[in-house]
C-alpha cells in the first residue's frame, strides 16, 4: 500500500509540471500577442485555458481522492494539501493569461497599449514568462535557488506594474480614457500572474525546508 501511495505522490507532481508548462506556453503566447498585436497568438493562447482547466479538476479530483483512501498524515498530508492549493494558484495564471490575450484580440489589429508603454510591457512580458518557466523547473526539480530567484523576478515586475500607474496618472499622459484602462487592467494582469507564480514558491520551499518564507515587500491583495 505504500509503494501504490508513494506512486499516486509522483503522479500529483507530474500533474502539477504539466500545468505548469501550459500555463507556461500559454503566458508566452499571451504576452507576445499583446505586444505585437498577434491575434492569431491570442487565441492560441485563450484555447489553451480550458486544457489547463481540464487538467487542474482531474488534479484536484486525484488529490481528493487521495485524502479520502490513503488518509495522510504529516508530511504527505502537507504535500497533498500543498498541490490542491498550488494547482488553484495554477488554474488562476492560466486564467491571468487569458486575460492578457483577449485584451490584444479586443484591440486588434491595434497595439493595446500606447507606444510610450510598449517597452515597459515587453520587458514585463520577459519577465513574467521567465518566471513561468522557472515555476515549472521548480515544481520538476524543487531547486530552492529558483524559488529565490523567482521572487526576486516578482520585485521587477511589481516595479514596472507601479511604474504604469505613474504613467497613467501624470500630467504628461495623452492616452484616451480607454488607453488608461487597457493599460492599467493589463499591468495588473502581469503583476498577479507573478505573484501567484511567487506564492507557488514559497509553498515549495516550505515543502523543501520545513519554514514558511515570509514577504518582505508590500501587500497584495487577492484576485
Do not use: C
Amino acid at each position: 500500500m505504500r509503494e501504490v501511495f508513494q506512486q499516486e505522490l509522483a503522479e500529483v507532481q507530474d500533474r502539477l509540471v504539466e500545468i505548469s508548462r501550459l500555463v507556461a506556453i500559454s503566458i508566452n503566447k499571451a504576452t507576445q500577442a499583446f505586444n505585437e498585436s498577434d491575434v492569431s497568438l491570442a487565441e492560441e493562447a485563450i484555447s489553451e485555458d480550458e486544457k489547463i482547466d481540464e487538467l487542474t479538476i482531474e488534479l484536484d479530483e486525484l488529490a481528493i481522492t487521495i485524502l479520502a483512501r490513503q488518509q495522510p498524515v504529516a508530511r504527505d498530508l502537507r504535500i497533498v494539501v500543498s498541490a490542491l492549493r498550488i494547482s488553484a494558484s495554477l488554474e488562476r495564471m492560466g486564467d491571468l493569461s487569458t486575460h492578457i490575450a483577449q485584451l490584444a484580440r479586443y484591440r486588434f489589429p491595434d497595439k493595446v497599449v500606447p507606444k510610450s508603454l510598449r517597452g515597459t510591457f515587453a520587458e514585463m512580458g520577459s519577465l513574467v514568462t521567465a518566471i513561468a518557466n522557472m515555476l515549472t523547473e521548480l515544481l520538476t526539480n524543487e531547486d530552492m535557488a529558483l524559488a529565490e530567484t523567482i521572487r526576486n523576478e516578482d520585485d521587477k515586475v511589481d516595479a514596472l506594474h507601479l511604474s504604469v500607474f505613474d504613467a497613467v496618472l501624470g500630467e504628461t499622459w495623452k492616452g484616451e480614457a480607454a488607453d488608461t484602462v487597457d493599460a492599467t487592467l493589463a499591468s495588473r494582469y502581469h503583476e498577479r500572474f507573478a505573484d501567484h507564480a511567487v506564492s507557488i514558491a514559497k509553498k515549495v520551499q516550505y515543502l523543501g525546508t520545513g519554514a514558511w518564507q515570509q514577504n518582505t515587500g508590500a501587500p497584495h491583495t487577492s484576485a
